[in-house]
């Protein structure tokens, strides 16, 4: 028995009792409430009750391989899909698999992670199945011109995929944060490492918040939200995996044509920051000024009391304090 077998029981919110657990596990009940045990370690709220047995109070769905695939013209791609349990992080499988063959349209999945990681080693929090924690790995022949005019490119495809779920008034805060009315909604982490003198591997790490507890979003140092707050009925995760994975795709095979520049002029118009007075936060430097757009790179533009300045996203933070 593993995890996923026990917590695949108990989705219907159902009362189970041990002894049923174990007659339909093939397992002992003792292995049974160690399972409950592990699974309530991953956060999940499980009640026990006596003469009851067991029941999964959160309502969640599970990520499914077949059903992720259901999404027209997906099947076709040549992607591989790994969906994992528990990981450190979906940005480490792959980028361990740097320089080997198998990256290329690799594609890992997990319902939760316990290292997940954001820009400038922050931590990105992954509770189980409350967020798409999604990372994809690509072969570049040639390298594109600018990595940070990919990251924007990605991000509006993440956007793009939202759009055709129904959800409007998404913006991108640059250099990678996903925006919805003022808070933040997901991230993307971009990370690479040149193959040969023309070629690369990148590997881009997408975290979307999907349905987050009340408890955890006044836990985090900005305000936060989720698709869930967003619509009457939630898409299930499989939904939301098969899109933004057919849009990721989809900007890159263009990008790989040196078709680069259609997304970094559609970033300008879902641009949070565009026009705004703003702080940028350098080691040992703050830096006011104005935000007047991105450069065709993906660098931002600020102004500031000497003149329009770039900045690439190596080392800094980005503040609105309008």
Partial sequence: MNNITLLSCLLDNEYHSGSR??????VSRTVV?????????FGLAIDARHGMGYRLRDEIDLLDETEI????????????????????STNK?????????????????????????????????SPFARGLYLSLGWHFAL????????????????????????LTGTLLKWPNDLVCAGKKMGGILLEARSETAASCDVVIGIGINTCLTEELKSSLDQPV?????????????NTLAGKVIKEQLL???????????????EWRGLDYLAGRQVELFMPGQVMPGRVT????????????????EKFSSGEIRVRAID
């Avoid at 450069?295 to 000497?306: P, Q, V």
């Fill in 21 to 26: 657990l174990s007659a339909r596990l093939g």
């Fill in 33 to 41: 409430w160690k399972g409950i045990k592990q699974l309530r370690g």
């Fill in 69 to 88: 695939f259901r999404e027209p013209g997906l099947s076709a791609s040549g992607c591989r899909i790994d969906i994992l349990f528990d990981t450190a």
């Fill in 93 to 125: 499988c792959l980028t361990d698999r740097f320089g080997q063959p198998d990256l290329h349209k690799h594609i890992v999945l997990a319902e939760g992670q316990h290292g997940g990681k954001g820009r400038r080693g922050r931590t990105w929090a």
């Fill in 143 to 166: 390298s594109p011109a600018s990595l940070n005019a990919l990251s924007l490119a990605s991000g509006v495809a993440l956007v793009r995929a939202l759009d055709g779920l129904g």
């Fill in 225 to 237: 939200t989720d698709l869930a707050s967003h619509y009457q009925k939630l898409p299930v995760r």
């Fill in 251 to 265: 900007m890159l095979n263009q990008v790989a044509d040196g078709r680069m520049d259609e997304y970094v002029s």
């Fill in 293 to 308: 757009g991105v450069d065709d790179n993906g660098l931002l533009l600020l102004e500031t009391s000497t003149g329009i």
